[in-house]
């Protein structure tokens, strides 16, 4: 384990951190909006998904995975995962003394900006909606909204193994979110895991209705960027960003996925490192 983390030190680097792939949803964004930042993203693919763990269990692997980034010398942590960040943003927050970020604040806050009938949706796993992170975020910024959540434990095993459309799925989509189609007054969705952004597509055919539909994706990366500009962290010189993708399970699915998900125009020109990484734990 020495020499892998050896290998992978980089120069100070965004860590960035999911249960998955739903986090590259993020790194995307990040990449986009800082494309001279070094980022090593960690995606616990072997443990995927969170969602019906205990909280326990939620807290212990989250733990886990962050110690990894840590020592890689990160300057600072976004968790990109709503299940994480409904559990553990706080303890980190005041454990570590860099910045560390979260995806429900960001989302919540966009979800406020849009709404016009003062009644949200939110779409997560059974963890993230079990735990009303929305919807306590939601009523502190606005007191007067209403919200429903569906927990859809169905979803993220399929863009785990790269199927984002398709006849079973949509079947699927349509079971789950039956509650939301007799919600009529509901004008916005919250994709409350970042899984979810990849199933837009195949969520909008099957809703077939006007509504705003909410990924805290680009959000969150203002957030880092706001934060690391206040810190005077933020690189702006010219040099070649590294980007090290680090997964606990099978890397050539991991590396497909990172190849749907991240557009040739981000990846290209930089320098970029795709390893497996084991865990003292993987069950």
């Known amino acids: 384990m020495k020499n892998n983390k050896e290998e992978i030190l980089l120069e100070r680097s965004i860590g960035i951190i999911d249960s998955g792939i739903g986090g590259l949803t993020v790194a995307r964004e990040i990449m986009d909006l800082l494309p001279n930042e070094n980022i090593i993203y960690l995606g616990d693919t072997a443990r995927c998904p969170y969602g019906a763990r205990t909280e326990d269990e939620i807290v212990e692997y989250t733990l886990e995975i962050v110690e990894q980034l840590v020592l890689l010398n990160i300057k600072a942590l976004v968790i990109a995962c709503n299940t994480m960040t409904a559990y553990t943003l706080k303890y980190f927050q005041e454990k570590l003394s860099i910045p560390i970020i979260g995806v429900i604040e960001p989302g919540a806050r966009t979800a406020i900006r849009h709404t016009k009938s003062k009644y949200i949706g939110i779409i997560g796993t059974e963890a993230t909606i079990r735990s009303e992170s929305y919807e306590n975020h939601l009523r502190m910024m606005d007191g007067e909204i209403k ?52 199933l837009k597509p195949a969520i909008k055919q099957v809703l077939n209705r006007d509504l705003t539909f909410v990924s805290p994706s680009k959000e969150t990366a203002r957030d880092l960027m706001d934060v690391l500009i206040k810190e005077d962290d933020l690189r702006t010189k010219d040099d070649i960003a590294t980007y090290t993708f680090l997964t606990t399970g099978k890397i050539q699915t991991f590396n497909d996925l990172i190849e749907k998900i991240i557009p040739n125009e981000i990846i290209n020109h930089r320098n970029i490192e795709i390893k497996h990484l084991r865990l003292l734990h993987t069950n």
């Open 147 to 198: 919200t429903l959540g569906i927990p859809c434990p169905l979803f993220v095993p399929y863009v785990e193994n790269g199927i984002f459309q398709g006849e079973q799925l949509r079947k699927i989509i349509e079971t789950s979110l039956q509650p939301l189609k007799q919600e009529k007054q509901i004008d916005t969705l919250i994709f409350g895991c970042t899984h979810f952004p990849l």
